[in-house]
């Protein structure tokens, strides 16, 4: 079992930058997957990038080239870093971090980990 909290949320204009950040404890391996994922109200909840055992990286097509996903190991942290961000990308933002027999599979194809934060609100206005 691994406890994630997010943090780093809050209210953007549309172009500005914003920075979250994933604090996880208990179980935790360096060899598993993690990642960030994020609904909005009345859609489905989104996979928006990832990040493998090995440091390779993923994303959505609608955030490549503005989000940038990263990992500090020593101080068991996920960031993700959102430049040019768009009214689109209004969402409540979770952590998540799947077990290593998956991979990023289950992450990255179906939005779900077996574990994930509460979450944190990102609103970006126009």
């Known amino acids: 079992q691994v406890k994630l909290e997010e943090s780093g949320g809050g209210s953007v204009q549309a172009g500005g930058s914003m920075k979250l950040s994933c604090a996880a404890s208990?179980?935790?391996?360096?060899?598993?997957?993690m990642g960030w994922l994020r609904q909005a109200p009345g859609k489905e909840r989104e996979w928006v990038a990832s990040i493998a055992s090995d440091s390779s990286t993923k994303y959505r097509d609608s955030v490549k080239g503005r989000f940038t996903i990263s990992k500090d190991n020593a101080k068991n942290t996920l960031y993700l870093q959102m430049d040019s961000l768009k009214p689109e990308d209004t969402a409540k933002y979770y952590c998540a971090a799947d077990r290593l027999e998956y991979g990023c599979t289950r992450i990255v194809a179906w939005a779900t980990a077996a574990d994930w934060g509460q979450g944190t609100q990102v609103t970006v206005s126009s």
């Open positions: 208990g179980y935790t391996d360096r060899r598993n997957c």
